[in-house]
């Protein structure tokens, strides 16, 4: 069915080569890759990186040639021509490392969970309030997944008026061959804090609401006993300051059945209407990941937003960077997604198996 909606241009570089130039350090999780295609299609350069596996880095700079390998993360942290700093290391070891960034006078660009207790979360805060340096986070389940950046687009264009929950669900499949840090609690977090944080980074962007509280709040181990501080099950339902609402659900628990690692979906609920984003998968169809359902006044549309949209975020991050303005995200919103996730985690009731 024909839609009545226009949408924003495909993203352009937004700056010139060596404009901005940043680097990579600890690449521990795979995020590092989508942080650093995601910039460098905005125009930036990775000019070098630094991990303490030697190889890790020599393969991230074959991958990226214009990327030289740094002998330690402080060379980086002394080179002037670096503007920020791009980590997915261990999540317990992220905002040390963004904060050091920041110390040395860069911003920071720091995969999720970005930081893993409230003690971190403080020390961000004070550090990005003293310097105006950006400590930025890679939600990717939004920023990085067309059919999000669609429905946000949806939103602001009226489409289902007022937002009144968002619903988010973030299945994972756990594999084979995680490292050891990922079944260390102290080190990963907790389910809500890691993998939830993008969910509580949509319900807030959606809804459009700067602060929020936790109701209620559950984790379980229900089938990994050999792994005890693994949580591979948790939920939250909380209220925002806005009068909306939002539940998160997230697990390890993807079958090998399916195509993808999980089948994320969010649904967001308006006074006018409602959006189901089929992010990765559209099961038992030939349709692809990407798909956005709206139903509204008008009529029921189905949108294939691959290629509709890009991703605007990193463009307006790195101008953000250069201008100093808050187009991409506000630091208070992506801290608030954070401590939501904290707050989460810690009165999280614990399930039996």
């Known amino acids: 069915m024909n839609h009545p909606y226009t949408f924003d241009p495909l993203p352009q570089p937004v700056v010139g080569p060596g404009e901005f130039r940043f680097a990579a350090v600890g690449l521990d999780h795979g995020h590092i890759y989508g942080m650093t295609d995601g910039l460098i299609q905005a125009g930036a350069e990775v000019s070098c990186v630094y991990d303490a596996d030697a190889e890790r880095a020599e393969n991230f700079a074959k991958r990226y040639p214009t990327a030289r390998v740094a002998s330690s993360e402080q060379e980086i942290l002394d080179d002037p021509d670096v503007r920020m700093v791009a980590t997915a290391a261990v999540a ?35 550090a990005t309030a003293r310097t105006g340096l950006k400590y930025a986070v890679y939600y990717g389940e939004r920023l990085h997944t067309e059919s999000a950046v669609l429905a946000g687009q949806l939103i602001e264009r009226g489409a ?21 840090w990922f079944y260390d609690k102290p080190r990963y977090g907790g389910i809500l804090c890691d993998i939830g944080s993008h969910n509580f980074d949509q319900i807030l962007y959606y809804t459009g609401a700067t602060d929020g509280r936790v109701l209620s709040s559950t984790i379980a181990n229900y089938a990994h006993p050999e792994t005890p501080d693994l949580d591979d099950f948790g939920d939250a339902h909380v209220a925002l300051d806005n009068g909306a609402s939002g539940y998160v659900r997230v697990d390890w628990f993807t079958p090998d059945g399916l195509g993808v690692f999980g089948d994320g979906r969010t649904i967001i609920l308006g ?18 990941g990407g798909q956005v359902l709206l ?11 691959n290629g509709m949209t890009g991703f605007p ?13 808050e187009n991409a995200m506000t630091q208070a919103h992506a801290f608030k997604a954070a401590e939501l996730s904290l707050q989460a985690q810690a009165a999280a009731e614990v399930l039996a198996p």
């Open 313 to 325: 975020y990193f463009g307006q991050l790195i101008r953000d960077c250069l201008d100093g303005t």
């Open 295 to 305: 139903v509204n006044q008008e009529g029921q549309y189905r949108f294939n937003a």
């Open 160 to 180: 289902i008026g007022r937002v009144l929950q968002v619903a988010s669900f973030g299945p994972h499949r756990i594999g084979g061959g995680r490292p050891e």
């Open 92 to 126: 317990s070891e992220r905002a040390p490392i963004s904060l050091r960034a920041i110390e040395a006078g860069k911003h920071a660009f720091v995969d999720k969970a970005p930081l893993t207790s409230f003690e971190q979360l403080e020390a961000a805060r004070e």
């Open 271 to 288: 006074t006018d209407g409602y959006i189901e984003l089929r992010k990765y998968i559209d099961i038992t169809t030939d349709n692809g």
